[in-house]
Structures are given as C-alpha cells and as structure tokens.
C-alpha cells in the first residue's frame, strides 16, 4: 500500500489528549528542537508550501497539529523543544503534552526526529530518543539542512551520529535531508509511507 503524502491536510489542533483525533489508525509523528527544520521537513515531504508554519512565536501554548492522509492515517507535528527563553511552565507543559501523546497514541506506528546537521544529538534530542525507546516508539532520523555542509563534513556527521547512537543501543535509521535542495525526500518518503502501510495492515488483519 503506497500513503501518498502529498494528500496531507491540517484537521486539528491539540493541546491536550480529549482533543485528539478519535479516528486515526496509523500515525507517523514529527519531533525536534525549534528551529532544527521540522516545519520545513514536513512541507519538503508533502510537497506544499504552507502545510506546517514554519514561523513560530516560543512562549505560546504548545500545540500538536495532526495532518490527515489517505485511509485514516495522519501526519503528526509535534511542538518544538529546547528554546531557550521558553519560560519553565511552557517547558513542563511541553514535556506533559509529549509523554501523554507517547503513552497514550496507539495509532503511533513511528517517531521522525529532525535534527540540524550541524547540531545533532544535543542534550534535549537524548531525553526525546529515550522517550522513543522507553515507550516502545520506532523512531528515524532525519539529519537535516544538509545542504549547509561540505560533503566531508556531511560524511563525518553522519557516522559519528550513527555510531554514538549504535554505542547508547538505539536501532534506527538515519539519514541526511535538505528541505531546500530537495535531498533525501524520496527515501523519508519511503520510511514514512512504509510505517503507515504496515500499521494499516495490521489494523485490517485485527478487524
Ligand atoms: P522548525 O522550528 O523546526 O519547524 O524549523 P523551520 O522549518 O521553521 O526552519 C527553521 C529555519 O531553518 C527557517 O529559516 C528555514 O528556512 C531554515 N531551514 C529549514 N530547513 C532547511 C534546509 O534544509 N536547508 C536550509 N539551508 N535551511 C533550512
């Protein structure tokens, strides 16, 4: 079953878990710190302009947008993490918001952390990836704006993340991405869409 992403639509916002979507089936959800490329990854996905807002004002209530596809399944923007002056009740509320979407979302078949490639695996991006692992969450990694780096840069980058990752014993992918030169859509495309189906599928065999 292909999911194309291209049919994404915003249906709703949330800021708490009554508010979620009763009728998803498969979920793939987006994380990262603010301003590592998230909003920019999903519209680079979905072909669109404007899908996500990729301008956001810090300090506001922390909202997840869920973006919905064929077949009940949904794209899933997470609100982003790690803004420095975001005062410490948004901070607690974001980590409230994030750990009940992660326990309580049985539709969420898979986790895409954006991370800027030339800041990967800070501090806050190790508590979301031992959230993933805790809950149980297959996650996939998107090291984006690669096109800010030279092709060596990008090639030591690139192992140094995929090795620290294999030294803490988390299994998943990772990939570099540009939302701007268009690098590596098709393959997160693939990932995405292959999550989807086989939740989908399991969904149908349970029914
Ligand atoms: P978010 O806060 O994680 O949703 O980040 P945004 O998608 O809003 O992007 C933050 C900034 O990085 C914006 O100025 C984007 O234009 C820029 N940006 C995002 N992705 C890329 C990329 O792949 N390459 C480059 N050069 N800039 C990017």
Redesign the pocket.
């Known amino acids: 079953m292909n999911i194309p992403l291209a049919q994404a639509h915003f249906t709703k916002s949330a800021s708490a878990v009554k508010d979620f979507p009763t009728d998803s089936r498969a979920e793939v959800a987006f994380c990262?710190?603010?301003?590592?490329?998230?909003?920019?990854?999903i519209n680079a996905l979905c072909r669109q302009n404007s899908l996500?807002r990729?301008?956001?004002t810090p300090g506001r209530t922390q909202l997840i947008n869920f973006f919905k596809l064929d077949g009940d399944s949904y794209l899933v923007d997470l609100p982003?993490y790690g803004y420095a002056k975001a005062p410490a009740k948004v901070q607690q509320q974001w980590q409230h918001l994030m750990k009940n979407y992660l326990v309580i979302r049985n539709a969420l078949c898979g986790l895409i952390l954006?991370m800027d490639i030339r800041h990967p695996l800070t501090k806050i991006d190790w508590t979301m990836i031992r959230w993933t692992e805790h809950y149980h969450r297959p996650l996939y990694i998107l090291l984006?704006?690669?096109?800010?780096l030279n092709r060596n840069d990008t090639v030591k980058t690139l192992t140094k993340v995929t090795s620290d990752l294999e030294k803490q014993g988390i299994d998943c992918g990772v990939q570099v991405?540009?939302?701007?030169?268009k690098i590596g859509i098709s393959q997160a495309q693939e990932k995405i869409s292959a999550w989807l189906s086989e939740a989908l599928e399991q969904t149908i065999d349970v029914n």
């Open positions: 990262g710190r603010s301003n590592a490329g998230k909003s920019s990854a996500a990729t301008s956001k982003g954006v984006t704006k690669v096109d800010k991405f540009s939302s701007t030169k």
